[in-house]
T-cell receptor, first 108, second 112 residues
Framework: GIQVEQSPPDLILQEGANSTLRCNFS?????LQWFHQNPWGQLINLFY???GTKQNGRLSATTVATERYSLLYISSSQTTDSGVYFC??????????FGKGTSLLVTP | DVKVTQSSRYLVKRTGEKVFLECVQD?????MFWYRQDPGLGLRLIYF???????EKGDIPEGYSVSREKKERFSLILESASTNQTSMYLC???????????FGPGTRLTVL
């Protein structure tokens, strides 16, 4: 099956700092999503981005499908950005394959 | 906005009980999914359904069954709950064609 690797596994930032999260995948994919899992466990959709670049407020994402990676940028981080960020890809069939996530803690 | 709801946020059951987890989506999506999430193991697919009454096994179907009698509702059934089924259960839906998936709030199930 496809391998989805996220880095770094853990990240601690001070409020206001910027960060880049990376997702590498081992084969061509049909779609790619970024999620934020909040402290209550819900997965919040951030981006649906099989290729190209998208921006939503302080967050943006870029997927370079030919090189099999995606990046999530968080600018001017806030404490509410804390949580786990997952990259997930649709490789074959219907279901997503998830990376192990990046755990982000933003301190005041 | 897409809305996926799950019947309970927290559930405590005893070993051997039959457990029903319900999921409802309001966007007329064809595909629905059940995942479980465990520390160190990430999210794993249990079952999915691509149409009413249709189902496919995922990576870890043992000990589970599903039911989809109506398009908007997908149920996960633990026939005889065991302690190793203590987990976070997440339901998701997506339109046909393998597009963006949307998740419900999750159910934290504890089996004692």
């Amino acid at each position: 099956g496809i391998q989805v690797e996220q880095s770094p596994p853990d990240l601690i930032l001070q409020e206001g700092a910027n960060s880049t999260l990376r997702c590498n995948f081992s084969d061509s994919v049909n779609n790619l999503q970024w999620f934020h899992q909040n402290p209550w466990g819900q997965l919040i959709n951030l981006f649906y981005i099989p290729s190209g670049t998208k921006q939503n407020g302080r967050l943006s994402a870029t997927t370079v499908a030919t090189e099999r990676y995606s990046l999530l940028y968080i600018s001017s981080s806030q404490t509410t950005d804390s949580g786990v960020y997952f990259c997930a890809v649709l490789y074959s069939g219907y279901a997503l394959n998830f990376g192990k996530g990046t755990s982000l803690l933003v301190t005041p | 906005d897409v809305k996926v709801t799950q019947s309970s946020r927290y559930l405590v059951k005893r070993t051997g009980e039959k457990v029903f987890l319900e999921c409802v989506q309001d966007m007329d999506h064809e595909n629905m999914f059940w995942y479980r999430q465990d520390p160190g193991l990430g999210l794993r697919l249990i079952y999915f359904s691509y149409d009413v009454k249709m189902k496919e096994k995922g990576d870890i179907p043992e000990g589970y069954s599903v039911s989809r009698e109506k398009k908007e509702r997908f149920s996960l059934i633990l026939e005889s709950a065991s302690t190793n089924q203590t987990s976070m259960y997440l339901c998701a839906s997506s339109p046909s064609g393998g597009n963006e998936q949307f998740f419900g709030p999750g159910t934290r199930l504890t089996v004692l």
